[in-house]
């Protein structure tokens, strides 16, 4: 693809994401949870015709995806890529000269996913946890010290990085203004604290609450303060 092609790509998608209620469709499925058109149409506030031709927009543009399942449709973000990208327009949507105060409901703000990783103050500060201990490099690889730590919290990181997708990455986080993990790794730690019952996730929402015995484990392996 040439530049102009290129260019042309970019302003389709910008334009796509650009409507209202393309918008909400969008931000609504940043909880990884796959919805019907009917659902994502009373999230938009229009008509489930309307609502199908923006889908249709949003797919032909690759920022959905569908699954069929019987008689229903169930759409969801597209990728990672694509969560990236809303998480990135959040940040620049809510930029100020004044000093940051977040505005993101408290619970959704401590802790909760971004698309399959773990963000909010948790994220943040187990990066940065990650990051002083020397587990990271500074282009997000594991170092020995890193390998050595992930798979003794249960993480396989052979077959972590033969997944399709980025290994790791730094994922701006779009209430804390700072990096969470993201990409197979911050999604292995996510599910491994899921697994272990570090954290719990309603159904339908975006918030981790964390247990009892997570609060221990993140203490004792991550030297969190509870």
Same mark, same amino acid.
């Given at each position: 693809?040439?530049?102009?092609?290129?260019?042309?790509?970019?302003?389709?998608?910008?334009?796509?994401?650009?409507?209202?209620?393309?918008?909400?469709?969008?931000?609504?499925?940043?909880?990884?949870? /796959?919805?019907?058109?009917?659902?994502?149409?009373?999230?938009?506030?229009?008509?489930?015709?309307?609502?199908?031709?923006?889908?249709?927009? !949003?797919?032909? $543009?690759?920022?959905?995806?569908?699954?069929?399942?019987?008689?229903?449709?169930?759409?969801?973000?597209?990728?990672?890529?694509?969560?990236?990208?809303? $998480?990135?327009?959040?940040?620049?949507?809510?930029?100020?000269?004044?000093?940051?105060?977040?505005?993101?409901? *408290?619970?959704?703000? /401590?802790?909760?996913? =971004?698309?399959?990783?773990?963000?909010?103050?948790?994220?943040?500060?187990?990066?940065?946890?990650?990051?002083?201990?020397?587990?990271?490099?500074?282009?997000?690889?594991?170092?020995?010290?890193?390998?050595?730590?992930?798979?003794? !919290?249960?993480?396989?990181?052979?077959?972590?990085?033969?997944?399709?997708?980025?290994?790791?990455?730094? =994922?701006?986080?779009? *209430? $804390?203004?700072?990096?969470?993990?993201?990409?197979?790794?911050?999604?292995?730690? %996510?599910?491994?604290?899921?697994?272990?019952?570090?954290?719990?996730?309603?159904?339908?929402?975006?918030?981790?609450?964390?247990?009892?015995?997570?609060?221990?484990?993140?203490?004792?392996?991550?030297? %969190?303060?509870?």
């Amino acid at each position: 693809m040439d530049a102009e092609q290129t260019d042309g790509a970019a302003a389709g998608i910008a334009a796509a994401i650009g409507e209202p209620a393309r918008a909400r469709m969008l931000y609504c499925l940043m909880d990884n949870h /796959a919805r019907t058109s009917t659902e994502l149409a009373v999230v938009a506030e229009v008509s489930p015709s309307t609502a199908s031709v923006h889908l249709n927009r !949003l797919k032909a $543009e690759g920022l959905v995806k569908v699954l069929v399942q019987g008689k229903h449709r169930y759409y969801s973000l597209q990728g990672p890529a694509v969560a990236r990208v809303l $998480e990135g327009l959040s940040v620049l949507a809510g930029g100020s000269r004044h000093k940051f105060v977040p505005h993101t409901p *408290s619970r959704l703000r /401590a802790a909760r996913t =971004c698309y399959d990783h773990i963000a909010g103050t948790l994220g943040v500060l187990l990066h940065d946890r990650m990051e002083a201990s020397g587990w990271l490099s500074h282009s997000y690889d594991l170092t020995p010290p890193g390998i050595q730590a992930f798979e003794k !919290l249960g993480v396989d990181i052979a077959v972590t990085r033969r997944l399709h997708r980025r290994f790791a990455f730094g =994922c701006l986080d779009w *209430s $804390e203004r700072r990096s969470h993990l993201g990409g197979a790794l911050g999604a292995a730690l %996510l599910q491994l604290a899921l697994r272990m019952r570090w954290v719990t996730q309603e159904l339908d929402s975006r918030a981790l609450s964390v247990t009892s015995l997570g609060h221990r484990e993140l203490r004792a392996r991550f030297g %969190l303060i509870s």
